[in-house]
């Protein structure tokens, strides 16, 4: 790029890092000084509650980055400027502050964050402030890969077909960081506090650091590190909860404390020695973009139904509802499996892939809830949470969504229990009054004969609760809610003919 530009503002937002960033990139190519920002925005922060780890994750991530800034620059008082604001109003007011021409920043596809940059465009266009984006944090974006009738891919192993032929040099090319010294700005006077500490944005500690979440770019390395000696075995060990076999890079992922082009480089490298186990993380890497696009093509997914006769379910409601949904929220269903599930979300914000499938499953099909309110807690609770990949989960497992599971698939817990949590270790790691169970009864403590459970310390209704459904009733009732579904496609085929 030529210098099109005296002074350029970088907003950083969910790529936390220094290296392969495509805004800060772009910038320091195109501008004779650039000032690098991160704004807490209000709009999202003042609905959180006060105790929120990825709040606690982005502000240690931030020391970070603002270290390695004022290393790269080789100046003690450049680095980055942290504002705790309304973004919309915050960006604009700092970008004619500084007299800057233009604001660099990554793509953001999730329907609200589209409408604060509209108005931050807008806000900047009437300064004569030109707003750049540019694609940081997938591989392909919205119209990137497209079917041969041209559209977007709604089904996932022909996206993946596409999406591995098209992947070449120059779509995981690293952006390679340019000399930034001469070129990144000391801050002015009035921004060159340190990063705020939680206390005086409002929030707590939490328990980020005693579950070893290793936070900003160098958590992100290790964690990588980590993975990269388990990667080839995970094909084999990625559905056991009680074994170490995901990656962990999820919440690194959402705040782009790694690098996606890094680590599709890594596994296809990988795949092509030979290894499963990178062929099949992989295939997790092209789904985030699946769900990515699948966002971006179709926003109102983030309201409704991919499937629009998914909306004609009628879901429970009332106090019937609200007391169902609140024991799957605590982890007292009587399921151990999903209790025990529920309870690693709760105490440590992560959830094991195969058992967001079950436990979500058993609140939209065994509890005949809208598939809407678990989303909502997800949300709330994941250190990872990522509206495109949470909302593609969600209607997965309700059959709403595109490529899903079909309606009439309903996950038993018991069976999945039994399959992958054999020896009920994950279940007594979560579910300690269990503890002393036997791995043949652990799955349905309430099948157990009366002197399995005494022996076990387990009083069903009192140390642990009796299962709140039937498993064969809810099955029932849910082909039955279901048929809402059948009905309204068959209406509409008939309208068609």
């Known amino acids: 790029m030529q210098i099109q530009f005296k002074t350029g503002l970088v907003w950083f937002r969910r790529d936390l890092r220094t290296e392969d960033n495509a805004a800060l990139n772009a910038a320091l190519a195109s501008c004779s000084q650039v000032y690098c920002v991160f704004v807490f925005d209000r709009t999202i922060l003042d609905k959180l509650p006060r105790t929120d ?28 400027i942290v504002l705790h604001d309304w973004a919309a109003n915050a960006i604009p007011t700092l970008a004619r502050e500084l007299g800057a021409q233009a604001i660099f920043a990554a793509h953001d596809y999730e329907p609200q964050a589209q409408a604060r940059d509209l108005d931050v465009r807008n806000a900047l266009a009437s300064q004569q402030i030109a707003m750049v984006t540019v694609k940081d944090h997938v591989i ?46 000391e801050r002015p006077t009035r921004h060159a506090n340190p990063v705020p500490t939680l206390e005086s944005l409002g929030f707590y500690q939490t ?9 900003g770019m160098s958590g992100g390395s290790s964690a990588l590190d980590d993975f990269w000696l388990r990667l080839d075995d995970y094909d084999r060990t ?32 990988r795949q092509l020695h030979g290894s499963v186990g990178a062929s099949v993380w992989l295939s997790e ?67 094991h892939n195969r058992l967001r499938m079950v436990a979500g499953s058993f ?68 579910l300690p009054q269990l503890a002393r169970m036997d791995p043949s009864s652990i799955h349905a403590p309430w099948s157990a004969q009366p002197k399995a459970l005494a022996a076990a310390g387990v009083v069903l209704g009192e140390n642990y609760p009796r299962p709140i459904v039937d498993h064969a009733q809810a099955r029932a009732l849910t082909l039955q809610r279901y048929s809402a579904v059948r009905k309204t496609t068959q209406t509409s085929t008939a309208v068609a003919q």
């Open 207 to 215: 328990n980020l650091q005693q579950l070893g979440i290793g936070t």
């Open 285 to 351: 890497l092209a789904w985030r973009d699946f769900y990515f696009q699948i966002l971006a093509n179709f926003p109102y997914v983030a309201e409704r139904a991919f499937k629009p006769e998914y909306d004609h379910i009628q879901w429970e409601q009332g106090d019937k509802a609200q007391a169902l949904f609140e024991a799957w929220c605590q982890g007292v269903t009587g399921y151990p499996l999903v209790d025990a599930a529920m309870a690693q979300l709760n105490q440590t914000g992560y959830m």
């Open 363 to 430: 609140l939209v099909k065994h509890l005949g809830i809208d598939w809407r309110w678990g989303e909502r807690y997800f949300a709330l609770k994941l250190n990872d949470f990522d509206l495109s990949a949470n909302n593609g989960g969600w209607q997965w497992v309700s059959s709403s969504g595109c490529d899903a599971q079909p309606y009439f698939r309903i996950f038993n817990p018991i069976h999945q229990s039994a399959r992958f949590d054999a020896q009920g270790k994950f279940i007594k790691r979560y």
């Open 53 to 80: 780890r990825r709040v606690e994750f982005i502000r240690e991530s931030l020391v970070e980055l603002d270290a390695r800034l004022r290393t790269l620059a080789g100046k003690p008082l450049a680095g980055l």
């Open 140 to 185: 392909f974006e919205r119209r990137e890969i497209l079917n041969q009738l041209g559209k977007p891919y709604s089904v996932f192993t022909p996206y993946k077909r596409a999406w591995l032929t098209k992947l070449d040099n120059g779509s995981m090319a690293m952006h390679a960081r340019l000399t930034a010294g001469q070129v990144l700005a």
């Open 238 to 269: 990625r559905d056991f909860p009680s074994v170490k076999g995901p990656s962990y890079l999820g919440i690194h992922l959402r705040f782009g404390t790694v690098s996606i082009r890094h680590l599709v480089a890594l596994a296809l490298q």
